[in-house]
């Protein structure tokens, strides 16, 4: 949640008893900024956690964040967790792990992979301490290649046990929107869940409210959503990986494209409908609306911390009344 997940949805999740992100993504410049505004909520909320660190995490993209600057504001701030994704190498990702763990000893690494082989590969190479397992039907940027949730999360949790001594938490993402959602991964071994797409209809949420309607208008978002490189080519983000693209809603940008329509034209059209506002996201728009493809369980605008609370209980409930099987 590049830029949309900043320190005040990030807090409020904390405090209903989540780990908040903050999502710096690409763009570390004002990092100091959202973690002090964190950090000044947490103290005023009396939040703190066991080893001293602040309860709120930040979330990297590696191949375009400016790490060097990063790396003495998570030293001062001492987050709770740093969530690395989508780095230029594995020999990369080790490097910058090390150094983030020199820095914030107590800072908890995650690391988000797409496959069993990327994670294994970087279990043996960085040994992060949770490691965050993105299925397919995530929105926003992932592998273009993978598989959802149900096979990937136990054939990651099988290939990762015991590596390096317990081996990695294993967390879930892409997907789940609801305590459904949330019971299903703790039954396929998740030890957690990880949710974007649900917390872009909450209150928090640093969004523009067309986009944040074309999460609550999009319904079957199996058909609604779809993962493309097109958004990417229109709005000028092109440093991703050929292995990497991103999940959005349908909209004229994309049927444009598949029609037949140049990069270039569809770039100066989608350039036109920045300037209409809200207007400018919906099907017969163009803005890019990056969603997962749990788009169309998502009913409504709540608080941030009301989301986890009820997701939290509701699992809880859904895993109590679950019928035994002998």
């Known amino acids: 949640m590049r830029l949309i997940a900043l320190a005040d949805l990030a807090v409020a999740i904390s405090k209903a008893g989540g780990i908040g992100f903050i999502g710096a993504g690409t763009d570390v410049s004002d990092l100091d900024t959202h973690l002090s505004s964190a950090a000044a909520q947490l103290r005023d909320a009396g939040l703190r956690t066991e080893n001293g660190t602040l309860a709120v995490g930040v979330g990297f993209i590696n191949w375009g964040a400016d790490l060097s600057a990063a790396l003495p504001v998570i030293a ?6 740093v969530w690395f994704f989508a780095p230029s190498s594995l020999s990369a990702l080790a490097d910058w792990t090390a150094k983030f763990r020199a820095a914030s000893p107590a800072t908890k690494v995650w690391v988000q992979v797409g496959s069993v082989r990327e994670a294994e590969d970087v279990v043996r190479e960085c040994r992060p301490d949770v490691l965050v397992v993105q299925g397919t039907d995530a929105g926003g940027h992932g592998l273009a290649q993978g598989a959802g949730l149900v096979s990937l ?3 990651v949790g099988d290939a990762v046990a015991g590596v390096g001594g317990e081996g990695p938490v294993v967390v879930a993402a892409g997907g789940i929107a609801d305590a459904r959602g949330v019971a299903a991964a703790m039954v396929l071994g998740a030890a957690g869940v990880v949710m974007g797409t649900r917390f872009l209809a909450s209150n928090q949420a640093v969004v523009a409210k067309g986009y944040q309607d074309e999460v609550l208008r999009a319904r079957d978002g199996g058909q609604t959503t779809v993962r493309t490189k097109v958004w990417d080519n229109a709005r000028g983000t092109t440093g991703w990986a050929e292995t990497h693209n991103g999940r959005g809603i349908v ?12 990069d270039d034209e569809n770039k100066k059209l989608y350039e036109a409908d920045m300037q209409k506002g809200d207007e400018g996201w919906g099907t017969h728009a163009r803005l890019c609306t990056y969603a997962g493809s749990a788009v169309g369980l998502i009913r409504e605008v709540k608080d ?19 019928p035994s099987v002998a």
């Open 153 to 155: 999360v136990p054939e």
């Open 76 to 81: 001062e701030y001492n987050p709770a967790a």
């Open 304 to 322: 941030a911390g009301d989301i986890v609370r009820e997701v939290r209980e509701g699992a809880k409930l859904i895993l109590e009344n679950a």
């Open 251 to 262: 909209n004229k940008t994309y049927t444009d494209a598949m029609s037949g329509m140049g």
